[in-house]
């Protein structure tokens, strides 16, 4: 039974480690579509209330960025990226077709349900970062990431996820940490590579948000885990679990 067990941590873990992977490409794209939509118009001109959508095409994702008036969603902009390059990218124009796609709409829709559904705050005074990624069930994980604010000091607490199912409705959230835990850049020792370590209660398995830091940072992140097991998360994959006291 115990090597079930472990079989089932291994899956939970692995999964972890694609949603985690496909939260930091989503991340990379915003971060770099962002600065390009405001080279081309002044924050002042966005609209107060919307924010940002992706979809994937190939190994690509094309991004819109919307407003929301009188309910109804529209486009403002629209940009393919690959990694953190821009492939190509548009400001849409007055007269232009301003129409979301069925699927972008449904993850703006998702999106707002999800923010006045959201009992969680940000650590620290910046907006969240909010990544609405689709699952393939139907429902759409509507991420809320605390971001950074210093160069080199990474949140690891703030996190917060609010699932949206087929129909619309907020169904569950949970919070990632119990507490607004930073972490600094790790440095390399005269004994080995630059390693963060964290402890993470709350699972048995390390979550999306140990993989998404680990890409972010560079570095593996060690996360210790009940009962007493360790966790090597990289960008190369994911090790474990490990008893402790094998070290």
């Keep these: 039974m115990a090597g079930v067990h472990e079989r089932g941590e291994r899956a939970k873990a692995e999964q972890a480690l694609d949603q985690g992977r496909r939260l930091f490409a989503l991340d990379e794209g915003a971060w770099v579509s962002t600065d390009d939509l405001l080279a081309r118009m002044p924050a002042s001109a966005l609209p107060k209330e919307g924010g940002w959508v992706a979809e994937p095409e190939g190994p ?6 919307f407003g929301v008036k009188d309910g109804a969603f529209y486009a403002i902009y629209r940009a393919t990226m690959s990694g953190r390059r821009v492939v ?3 400001l849409l124009a007055d007269g232009e077709d301003r129409t979301l796609t069925p699927e972008a709409l449904r ?13 969680g705050k940000p650590c620290g005074t910046a907006p969240f970062n909010v990544l609405p990624l689709p699952a393939d069930n139907g429902e759409v994980g509507v991420y809320f990431l605390t971001p ?6 990474f949140p690891f607490g703030g996190h917060f996820e609010v699932v949206v199912d087929k129909t619309g409705k907020a169904v569950s959230q949970r919070a990632f940490s119990k507490s607004c835990l930073e972490m600094k850049q790790p440095k390399a020792g005269p004994d080995g590579p630059a390693i963060a370590v964290v402890s993470h209660l709350m699972d048995e398995t390390p979550t999306e948000i140990h993989a998404f830091m680990a890409l972010r940072m560079g570095n593996p992140v060690v996360v210790v885990t009940p009962p007493g097991v360790m966790w090597a998360v990289s960008d190369k994959g994911i090790d474990g679990p490990e008893p402790l006291r094998n070290r």
């Design 148 to 153: 950074m604010t210093q160069t080199g000091v």
């Design 88 to 90: 190509r990218s548009h």
């Design 107 to 119: 993850l703006a829709q998702a999106r707002a349900t999800a923010f006045k559904a959201l009992e």
């Design 60 to 65: 690509a994702l094309n991004f819109t960025y």
